[in-house]
């Protein structure tokens, strides 16, 4: 989290959560150990600043479902940043596979030669995290967040055809 993100949105988050994330999984969660910060259970080293006021994804994901966080454009269902409605698209690329869809998308085009600009390229980690990983964080949550989360973004996954089975299966 930068520190825009962290002074505008995390330590009210933690202030707000952190003692219930303590009685949710015990203290001992939130401990730094070997390297990786309290609180990330996918053993990523950049989940706290290590200072203890970074929320947790748990504590981020309450902090949604409970109306806590302002709606901002880095978690805001993408359906409300645009008019899907309103055009109809041939492609649709997903930001998550951006580096593999894009040269195709432009080589059908004809566009082979066109440099895009790699400032769409996502840039929050140059490791993505694995899928045992991914479901380490989904762990975290009992099924009412898991669907509330899901509902959250509901049109997304609907318009995007993602699957919310594919998040929480190994």
């Known amino acids: 989290?930068?520190?825009?993100?962290?002074l505008k949105y995390g330590e009210a988050i933690?202030?707000?959560?952190?003692?219930?994330?303590?009685e949710k999984f015990g203290a001992e969660?939130?401990?730094?150990?070997?390297?990786?910060?309290g609180g990330c259970p996918a053993g990523v080293a950049l989940c706290d600043r290590g200072d203890g006021a970074t929320p947790t994804f748990w504590e981020f994901v309450r902090?949604?479902?409970?109306?806590?966080v302002a709606v901002d454009d880095h978690w805001s269902p993408v359906h409300l940043a645009c008019s899907l409605c309103r055009l109809t698209y041939d492609a649709v690329l997903h930001f998550e596979y951006l580096s593999d869809e894009q040269p195709y998308f432009l080589r059908q085009l004809g566009l082979e030669n066109f440099a895009p600009d790699d400032k769409w390229q996502q840039h929050s980690s140059p490791n993505p995290l694995t899928r045992h990983q991914k479901l380490s964080y989904f762990k975290m949550l009992d099924e009412s967040e898991i669907r509330g989360l899901f509902n959250f973004y509901k049109v997304d996954f609907d318009l995007f055809e993602y699957d919310l089975k594919?998040?929480?299966e190994e």
């Open 63 to 68: 902090a949604l479902l409970d109306g806590e």
């Open 166 to 168: 594919s998040y929480l």
């Open 14 to 22: 933690v202030k707000e959560y952190r003692q219930r994330g303590i």
């Open 29 to 37: 969660f939130y401990k730094t150990k070997n390297g990786s910060a």
């Open 1 to 6: 989290m930068n520190e825009h993100f962290h």
